[in-house]
């Protein structure tokens, strides 16, 4: 983790003021100036030599993932996001109501800063600068030190595509040597913060004293119920659950499938790489994750590690093909660490019967431990079902007969692409959107007179009046 080193206020102030002067040189630019950088500097990360190179050291240096799966990942996320602010418009005046005479116009933010996660060296730092790039502003990366060395590649390849466009370079910035101390004090100097990782980090960016989108505890929860594609139900699990081997805070934790198409699932699931573990197995495997009980984050021996390699540690015989290790639960709290967020390819499984209610309590017992705000899904012919798992849980995105991962975007859906998912006020953030770029702008609202629109109190009041009366 970060050292414990004093405050260096003078050695960020450095990295803020390049920023500070070089977001000052695009503050000017045209939209298509604009695009053209973020453009080149997609480009820097996603082609294939640089992806490559990203996504090896990020497997060498931090210990998470694999190799292929980060390459898909940084060239599916960085090209989804380059796709999806094509269209959006951060320069000038970017919107219009005729009715209510109204005019909104972007401006940059000015400087942010950007914290990494350990399991995000790669992807992570290009998908804040895209955003941030694309609303002429300056961007300062604070990287953690376990994956300091892939943090600073991707930086140096985006600050040669900001040169070769003729953008100054220090509009991108990594700081080096991290410490906790400088991390707080580049959150304190800078004018907006985008953290991204553990609790502790998010809640140190909303105390910073400086704005801050933050990102809530992962805990993807996917119901299939009675009426589910029982194999495209199967597949989205195990695909979102092999996938880098369960990096992704989207990456179900929990299936919460119905009693009568339970055993039919857990047997598709084996065809695609799940082993179910015996009781016995399950006790290994919970000691090995959570080896101090009073600790409910799991014990880095596991995070993001191959099904092998973690059934190995726990005294697991699996055959090699397995991707993924399944425990069947059914209850929820720190009591059953199972139902709280594994960030590996370790998935709980629960049972219900009856209706979809049932379902739903279920979900929300599971994110109520950890969760509450993020992710939940369903697979299932019934639109009433996937209504009411939407109306009736504490979550910002709900995902249908999809893979749950697809929240971050998907070619297939319309959710804005992003690595930073928030989870509104249940995960202690102030919005539930995916952020995107219009997160990193700030708007002047223009507004002109139109023709008075009088308040009527009789429209206004009438009909509580006829109910309660005027006294």
Known sequence: MYSNAEPDTDEIAVYVEKARSAQKKIADYSQNQVDELVTAVCWAIVRQDHAEQLAKLAVDEGGFGNYNDKVSKIRNRCMGILRDMQDVKTVGIVEEIPEKALI?????????????????????????????????NAIIVAAHPRTQKTTELTVKFMREACEQVGAPADLVQVIEKPSLSKTQQLMQQADLIIATGGAGMVKAAYSSGTPAYGVGVGNA????????????????????KKFDYATSCLAD????????????????????????CRNEEKARLQKLMWPDPENHIPSLDVIAKPATHIAKLAGINVPDECGFLVVEENGTGPDFPFSGEKLSPVLALYKYSGFIENAISQVNAITEYQGQGHTCGIHTSNDEHALALAMQTKTGRVMINQSLNE???????????????????????ITTENVNARHMINLTWVSRPIKPRVLDENQLFESHWQTYGKE
Not at 230 to 236: G, H, K, R, S
């Open 407 to 429: 929240g971050a975007g998907s070619i297939r859906n319309g959710m804005p692409y992003t690595l930073s998912l928030s989870c509104g006020t249940w995960g202690k953030n």
């Open 221 to 240: 929860v996917h119901v299939v119920d009675e009426t589910g594609d029982l194999d495209d139900a199967a597949n989205m699990i195990a695909v979102a």
């Open 253 to 276: 934790n929990a299936v919460v499938a119905h009693e009568s198409v339970y055993n039919d699932l857990v047997k598709r699931l084996q065809n695609l790489g799940a082993y179910l």
């Open 104 to 136: 909104k116009i972007a401006k940059p933010v000015g400087v942010i800063a950007a914290l990494i996660p350990t399991t995000g060296p790669d992807a992570t730092p290009p998908l804040k600068t895209l955003l941030a790039l694309k609303g002429r």
